[in-house]
């Protein structure tokens, strides 16, 4: 079954139409709000759902036309329903409650972690689960078994912040712009432990979690001591310190994990995974296991409709259609169903 699906995605800051043909891209718009979010250093919640409002109905217009078709030629349309910011997400919701029923076409309820990781099936059409997916992004650092396309089992998590905010809130406090966790990977440049003794995330519970608020918490204390004493700390050399305490955390759980359950398939998803440190070194360590690794393209990495549609398929498939009254939710496990 084939459905040309419009999907919606507005769960943070981009407002992103796209429309999905099977695993194929007909067209795929963001709108972005980096630019204003970056003067405050973050992402403003209000703002965010503001600017979905304003410019959803033009986004959808521009990516019917890009995919060369009109409203009519729509078959199905889904819609990040959960999780993320509250305001952002019920823009995106309650215009795809609208679209879709005033066309009278199926609704389809997405799971924003779920489409991450279906942002690979866009790239990798030999990708199929079972597999092992490490999910970094910057609401969330989950390994998740995938044993179906939506059939999902969490077996380690952040016990505090995730990876990404741990990249961002360290990016704020050494003044780099917004978004944080790109800039401190253009600028990160060699590792030393020696002058920069950070501490090396630990976690005492669960066998495949993670914890880096004490992480990001040293950091803010060595730039703010050495702002009080008016010492100047080397930027790029910090950067690439917590890069590698970070990416060190990531690759061991997800390698001792793949491991314990077997899996020689794994894959990264979620904004970090453009993280360049972390593909380079994932790409080392599933060499020297015989591991087949997969990740997103650079423009499927953050969030994107087109991602969205992908997943879109398989609830589809599964029976996964709401009503007019799905409602968004902020927060929601990815394996909720
Ligand atoms: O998945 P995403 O676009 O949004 C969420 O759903 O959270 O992830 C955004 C996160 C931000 O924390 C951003 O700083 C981080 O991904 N990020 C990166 C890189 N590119 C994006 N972190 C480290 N290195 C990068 N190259």
Avoid: W
């Avoid at 194929?24 to 003067?39: C, D, G, M």
């Avoid at 004493?229 to 930027?235: C, L, M, R, S, Y």
């Amino acid at each position: 079954m084939i459905l040309k699906i419009l999907s919606i995605e507005s769960s943070c800051d981009e407002t992103s139409v796209a429309i999905v043909e099977d695993r194929t891209v007909l067209s795929n718009i963001v709108a972005t709000q980096i630019e204003e979010h970056k003067i405050y250093g973050g992402v403003v919640p209000e703002i965010a759902s503001r600017r979905h409002t304003e410019s959803i109905a033009a986004t959808c217009d521009k990516a019917l036309a890009e995919a060369g078709l009109t409203y009519k030629d729509i078959e199905a349309v889904a819609v990040t329903f959960a999780p993320g910011l509250i305001g952002a997400l019920l823009v995106g919701v309650n215009f795809a409650k609208a679209l879709a029923f005033s066309l009278g076409v199926p609704l389809i309820p997405v799971h924003h972690l779920r489409s991450h990781i279906a942002a690979n099936y866009l790239a990798h059409p030999d990708l199929e689960p079972p597999f092992l997916c490490l999910l970094v992004s910057g609401g969330n650092t989950v390994i998740a078994e995938v044993s179906d396309y939506t059939k999902f089992k969490i077996i380690g998590s952040t016990l505090d912040d995730a990876a990404g905010e741990c990249f961002d809130k360290t990016a704020r406090s050494m003044g780099l712009p917004y978004p944080g966790g790109v800039n401190l990977d253009k600028i990160a440049t060699v590792a030393d432990n020696q002058r920069y003794p950070l501490p090396f995330p630990k976690v005492s519970t669960g066998e495949f979690n993670f914890s880096f608020s004490g992480l990001k918490t040293a950091v803010l204390n060595l730039v703010h001591n050495a702002g009080q004493k008016g010492e100047e700390i080397d930027i790029p050399v910090v950067c690439a310190t917590v890069r590698q305490r970070v990416c060190d955390l990531l690759i061991k759980n997800t390698m001792s994990a793949a491991e314990k359950y077997g899996y020689k398939k794994i894959c990264i998803a979620g904004g970090v995974s453009a993280n360049s440190e972390l593909r380079r070194r994932m790409e080392e360590e599933c060499k020297i296991r015989n591991y087949k690794l997969y990740y997103p393209p650079l423009k499927y990495c953050g969030d994107n409709a087109a991602m969205v549609g992908a997943q879109a398929i398989y609830e589809f498939k599964s029976g996964n259609t709401a009503g007019t009254d799905l409602n968004a939710t902020a927060t929601l496990q990815i394996d909720y169903r």
